[in-house]
């Protein structure tokens, strides 16, 4: 049997829900929390040392910041310093920005139209709307569903990743906490989640993936039964959001296609 590899001081196996850096000079890989490396400062980092490797190489070489920046519209005009991502001014400004339409390039088959030939003969090259789930072979909660719903069916003491907008930064909750923050009337900060996976949940029983996600579902058709490694709950994911709610651009683990059904939408 073959034995699982371990990685960083502690020795422990790759864990999914971890962030971890690698070394440039060992080229091992080390939890944040277990080399006091935070997530969202790692992009600062040009070479980075582990502790080991700090003693005959130094410390971690960190990026040059670029000084004398061109004044532009993403810059305040005020301070003549790069406006803060999330913030007041950020928003207005993303607000004010005119997108061309993509209307010409996303492809809009009906849901029984949604078959592995017609991704063949079309690729992932554009977006996909399937303007009504009819054919999809999908299951969901009534539009009258509500995020208190969700703490029902998945526990309200379950700790969640929550955005935190203004920073692109993330935090620990409860989803009790989180539904509390929700639903109040007035909200000091703008909260997000995007990555409650919930197929372990009570909640699974109450939505099902299209049948062409199934289909096309690494995980559910490939995963080995006696892999060393766990099988990863990457199949169903809840998203709750309030106003200004937004993600910086990204790219989804392992360059994974994303299939999105929005419920339910208020102003």
């Not at 070479?47 to 532009?72: A, E, W």
């Not at 005020?78 to 061309?100: C, H, M, W, Y």
């Not at 949940?201 to 995980?219: A, D, F, G, M, Y």
Request: aromatic letters at 10%; proline letters at 6%; one cysteine or more.
């Amino acid at each position: 049997m073959a034995s699982v590899p371990v990685y960083c001081l502690c020795r422990l196996p790759y864990d999914v829900t971890r962030f971890m850096i690698e070394c440039d000079v060992c080229q091992d890989w080390f939890h944040g929390s277990c080399v006091g490396v935070e997530e969202e400062k790692a992009s600062e980092i040009d070479l980075y040392h582990c502790p080991n490797c700090q003693i005959t190489h130094g410390p971690s070489v960190m990026k040059r910041r670029r000084g004398n920046l061109k004044q532009d519209p993403h810059l305040s005009k005020d301070l003549g310093k790069p406006v803060q991502t999330g913030s007041a001014s950020f928003i207005k400004e993303l607000k004010s920005r005119n997108f061309p339409s993509a209307e010409e390039i996303i492809l809009k088959p009906q849901g029984a139209q949604l078959t592995v030939e017609y991704l063949e003969e079309n690729s992932f090259s554009v977006p996909i709307l399937v303007l009504k789930k009819d054919g999809l072979g999908m299951t969901l909660p009534a539009p009258t569903f509500t995020v208190s719903d969700v703490e029902y069916y998945v526990g309200p003491e379950k700790e969640i990743d929550v955005i935190d907008v203004t920073r692109q930064a993330d935090l620990k909750m409860k989803l009790k906490d989180f539904v509390k923050y929700y639903n109040s009337p007035k909200r000091e900060k703008v909260l997000n989640v995007i990555s409650l996976e919930f197929s372990e949940t009570r909640l699974t029983n109450l939505v099902e993936t299209p049948k062409i996600v199934r289909k096309l579902s690494w995980v559910e058709n490939l995963w080995p039964d006696q892999s060393v490694f766990e099988r990863p709950n990457v199949q169903k994911y809840c998203l709750m959001g309030v106003k200004d709610s937004y993600t910086d651009f990204h790219i989804d683990f392992g360059g994974t296609s994303v299939w999105y059904h929005v419920l339910k939408v208020s102003s």
